[in-house]
T-cell receptor
């Protein structure tokens, strides 16, 4: 079964500093990977996704992620964070059953705190 | 345009009562997903529909949980004989195509269920 691990429960970053959120997946074949962001009181919003091709993926709000098969990782990065980036970030991988692609398996999330 | 809406936003019920949670997807979206999110966890896949057909219900925890989408639009998740362990945020998402988890999913704000 597919699984996702986000090793960091909380991360604190100063405004203007760079950010990297870690995500490791477990899946035998090529995974389809996503990063979602959840702001307080809001639904989850897609930041970016990786299916194939270029391993560096650009997303919204200045985020990017790099797929590294050798490390089973899909880490999220941003060169300079803004206070509005404070939120919960979830990495996810597509689930597969006998009938094909189903929903998503999410990690437990990383809570990002921005210091002024 | 309007996003995914869910109602009620908050539901408090007593143990043993039945509850019905409603999801109204984005107009024209053919796929609809239900997830459950416990505090401090990522969303957990429950079930999903293509049009009115339920594709996979293996994520439903037990037979007290059921879902329907009779006309291929609005969906209802019903929990019978609620238990305290059912307390969680229940999230709905919709996607425009039939690619299952490969499609971008658009999430609603969720229904916070508390079972006393």
């Amino acid at each position: 079964a597919q699984s996702v691990t986000q090793p960091d429960i909380h991360i604190t970053v100063s405004e203007g500093a760079s950010l990297e959120l870690r995500c490791n997946y477990s899946y035998g074949a090529t995974p389809y990977l996503f990063w979602y962001v959840q702001s307080p009181g809001q639904g989850l919003q897609l930041l970016l996704k990786y299916f194939s091709g270029d391993t560096l993926v650009q997303g919204i709000k200045g985020f990017e992620a790099e797929f590294k098969r050798s490390q089973s990782s899909f880490n999220l990065r941003k060169p300079s964070v803004h206070w509005s980036d404070a939120a919960e970030y979830f990495c996810a991988v597509v689930m597969y059953s006998g009938g094909g692609a189903d929903g998503l398996t999410f990690g437990k999330g990383t809570h990002l705190i921005i210091q002024p | 345009g309007a996003g995914v809406s869910q109602s009620p936003r908050y539901k408090v019920t007593k143990r043993g009562q039945d509850v019905a949670l409603r999801c109204d997807p984005i107009s024209g979206h053919v796929s609809l997903y239900w997830y459950r999110q416990a505090l401090g966890q990522g969303p957990e896949f429950l079930t999903y529909f293509n049009y009115e057909a339920q594709q996979d219900k293996s994520g439903l925890p037990n037979d007290r949980f059921s879902a329907e989408r009779p006309e291929g639009s609005i969906s209802t998740l019903t929990i019978q004989r609620t238990e305290q362990r059912d307390s969680a945020m229940y999230r709905c998402a919709s996607s425009p195509g039939l690619a299952g988890g490969l499609d971008t999913q658009y999430f609603g704000p969720g229904t916070r269920l508390t079972v006393l």
